[in-house]
């Protein structure tokens, strides 16, 4: 309302939330992630669908393949995430996006 300055909680949140995400998303896309995965790792699915909504920006790799072997020689499990940008890596699951983000950061 224009009139008292009053703006209801649920369009603050909103504004705050759409805030956000555009923000996390400009942040996922310029970190570069690589994530390295295992089949049938619960904490590997869970991240996938924390970031479901950033896919377009994330390449996958498993973790597991022969292909891979040298990146994962010295990770102590899966997912294992890595920052093109600025080559800080981390391993497990974050308990949030933002956490992820700041870890690589």
């Known amino acids: 309302n224009t009139v008292t300055g009053f703006m209801p909680l649920d369009q603050i949140i909103s504004t705050l939330s759409v805030k956000n995400a555009s923000q996390d998303t400009a942040m996922i896309q310029k970190l570069g992630l690589v994530i390295y995965t295992m089949d049938n790792c619960q904490y590997c699915n869970q ?3 924390m970031l479901q909504d950033y896919a377009t920006f994330i390449t996958y790799r498993n973790g597991l393949s022969p292909e891979y072997g040298k990146d994962v020689a ?3 499990g899966f997912p ?3 920052s093109t940008l600025t080559g ?3 391993t497990g699951l974050p308990s ?3 956490q992820l983000i700041q ?3």
Do not use: E, G, P, R
């Open 103 to 105: 870890n690589l950061q």
């Open 96 to 98: 949030s996006i933002q």
């Open 74 to 76: 010295n990770v102590a």
């Open 47 to 49: 991240l996938k669908s």
């Open 80 to 82: 294992h995430i890595v």
């Open 88 to 90: 800080k890596s981390m």
